[in-house]
């Protein structure tokens, strides 16, 4: 079967930085995504990468690594607002997208 | 630019009644088109997909339909509503199979 495993919770302090990983196991793949998921509302597209390697966007970064099946989100100089869940998807051979559940990132002052 | 409106925000909705949930997008044309449900602290469900007018995906076998009537426009529908069909639903498009997606803002569907 297909499955995206992500932590379930994270904690991080205001400012740091946190790393979120993915890992996944699909049939086939054609490209990851991350969103963020701020309680109530709708995700919202972070980042794409389907090509090994790191792709950076200001305070976020992701990385790709498709022999491993994995991925992180790199958030650096953590906000408070920056609090939500971040969700992995990837999309599989038949460019069906399969999600992770998604991890809760707490951000503590 | 491209823009997604879904309605209603909230519905509280009676065991047994009918739904309708509509989501239409501008500025964009033959666009994929997505139905999604989130269960309280849950992942993702595809609900329903269309990559044309009348061309409707089901993925999952429940009491919920899907209809594409216009080319943006993309309606969610049931004849008489479950209490598992409460749950956070969103509509979402994308350009291509393997674009990003975007979502609306989502209906918080609560059957008592």
């Known amino acids: 079967g297909q499955n995206i495993d992500q932590p379930t919770e994270m904690t991080a302090t205001e400012g740091a930085i946190v790393q979120i990983n993915c890992t996944y196991q699909?049939?086939?793949?054609?490209?990851l995504f991350w969103y963020q998921q701020h309680a109530g509302e709708a995700p919202t597209f972070l980042s794409y990468n389907v090509l090994d390697g790191l792709e950076e966007k200001g305070r976020f970064s992701s990385f790709l690594s498709r022999s491993k099946g994995y991925s992180y989100l790199l958030l650096k100089e953590l906000q408070m607002k920056d609090s939500a869940s971040y969700l992995c998807a990837v999309v599989d051979s038949n460019y069906q997208l399969i999600w992770g559940a998604g991890t809760k990132l707490i951000i503590k002052p | 630019s491209q823009t997604i409106h879904q309605w209603p925000a909230t519905l509280v909705q009676p065991v047994g009644s009918p739904l309708s949930l509509e989501c239409t997008v501008e500025?964009?044309?033959?666009?994929?088109l997505y139905w999604y449900r989130q269960a309280a602290g849950r992942g993702l469900q595809l609900l329903f997909y269309s990559v044309g007018i009348g061309q409707i995906s089901s993925e999952v076998p429940q009491n919920l339909s899907a209809s594409r009537p216009q080319d943006r426009q993309f309606i969610l529908s049931s004849k008489k509503l479950l209490l598992s069909d409460s749950g956070f639903y969103l509509c979402a498009w994308s350009r291509t199979e393997n674009s990003p997606l975007h979502f609306g803002n989502g209906t918080r569907l609560t059957v008592t």
């Open positions: 699909t049939s086939g793949f054609n490209g």
């Open positions: 500025g964009t044309s033959n666009p994929n």
